[in-house]
């Protein structure tokens, strides 16, 4: 699950009841978190026909719509651009995973077509071999 959007949002009680859930996510983290070298993804494994296949997720978000992140609890996609690819490229090195999926909470609502920021990041996400990204506003 990812948690970016932090409307009048409580990560603490979203990320207790999706851990007591045994639910992965990613995107916010806990305010007791230690900043220094936090690992924002999480990964899934899928089981099929006999096989293992791990996926790597990481998600961030453009802004916090106005409300205050006091605890930096929640990854951004730009501000924190350098913490976003060198993950996305740890993620990628890992042979471990069958695949990356960025999905980052960006856009201009209503706007149909993304701006320059979202290109260039997305440009810069698929240059480090992420297999899918899903932008959501």
């Known amino acids: 699950v990812s948690i970016t959007t ?14 007591a859930a ?5 995107g916010t ?18 089981h099929r026909d006999g096989h293992r296949y791990r996926f790597a997720f990481i998600s961030c978000t453009y802004g916090n719509n106005g409300n205050p992140d006091p605890h930096a609890q929640v990854l951004q996609c730009y501000d924190q651009r350098a913490e976003l690819l060198a993950q996305v490229r740890a993620m990628s090195a890992d042979r471990g995973n069958a695949a990356v ?17 979202q290109t260039a990041l997305a440009q810069e996400l698929a240059d480090e071999d992420v297999l899918l990204e899903l932008g959501v506003l």
Do not use: C, K
């Open 101 to 117: 999926i960025v999905m980052p909470h960006w856009g201009i609502e209503y706007q149909p077509e993304p701006d320059a920021n």
């Open 29 to 46: 983290r806990l305010s007791t978190a230690r900043a220094a070298g936090y690992r924002w993804s999480t990964s899934y494994t899928v």
């Open 22 to 26: 045994r639910i992965p996510h990613t």
């Open 6 to 19: 932090p409307n009048q949002f409580h990560p603490q009680m979203a990320i207790a009841a999706l851990e």
